[in-house]
T-cell receptor, first 118, second 110 residues
């Protein structure tokens, strides 16, 4: 299995530009998560999808952020317009729903997209 | 809501020495997971603990889940340079989400 795939791996853009991050989860996984990681705030959950449906987007910072999952094998996180404070590493993770109650779901992280907004 | 706290935030270790990092939850956890993130890398799943008082070992790493299922520890013996990175604990939050601790960042002096 190729694992979770993210693209691009690095993105440098100017303030005000639109940024689109892409993720391909592990085949067969039905939960997908977008995280943001910074030194100041650590690992923050932005949004998660279950069976392609957004379940909880309470972590999305503001309206400039949007995420979609048009099918089971693809998701995007879009920032429009981007701002310097959006600079961070964005991780996508996927998991297979646990079959047993009380057993947590292991999350498999992609390599991340390192975003720098100038 | 449930929060997972980790201490220490940073751990500077002499190569060959042992150290322990701790994870504490404000609520009882059904399970706890540990992840490792190498510098410049992404979090990688290490292990999951489910039972009260459970102890699991992975070579030089020993993971323990407290009797009350509100705390956990990771003990590394004979630290090596390959142990460098940030270790996160994570507890379930709701049906699907994980609540990650802030992590313990480990550096090793050769």
């Amino acid at each position: 299995d190729a694992g979770v795939i993210q693209s691009p791996r690095h993105e440098v853009t100017e303030m005000g530009q639109e940024v689109t991050l892409r993720c391909k989860p592990i085949s067969g996984h039905n939960s997908l998560f977008w995280y943001r990681q910074t030194m100041m705030r650590g690992l923050e959950l932005l949004i998660y999808f279950n069976n392609n449906v957004p379940i909880d987007d309470s972590g999305m910072p503001e309206d400039r952020f949007s995420a979609k999952m048009p099918n089971a094998s693809f998701s995007t996180l879009k920032i429009q317009p981007s701002e310097p404070r959006d600079s961070a590493v964005y991780f996508c993770a996927s998991s297979l729903r646990a079959l047993l109650a009380g057993v947590g779901e292991t999350q498999y992280f992609g390599p991340g997209t390192r975003l720098l907004v100038l | 809501g449930q929060q997972v706290m980790q201490i220490p935030q940073y751990q500077h270790v002499q190569e060959g020495e042992d150290f322990t990092t701790y994870c504490n939850s404000s609520t009882t956890l059904s399970n706890i997971q540990w992840y490792k993130q190498r510098p410049g890398g992404h979090p990688v799943f290490l292990i999951q603990l489910v039972k009260s008082g459970e102890v699991k070992k992975q070579k030089r790493l020993t993971f323990q889940f407290g009797e009350a299922k509100k705390n956990s520890s990771l003990h590394i013996t004979a630290t090596q340079t390959t142990d460098v990175g940030t270790y996160f604990c994570a507890g379930p939050r709701g049906d699907y989400k994980l609540s990650f601790g802030a992590g313990t960042t480990v550096t090793v002096r050769a």
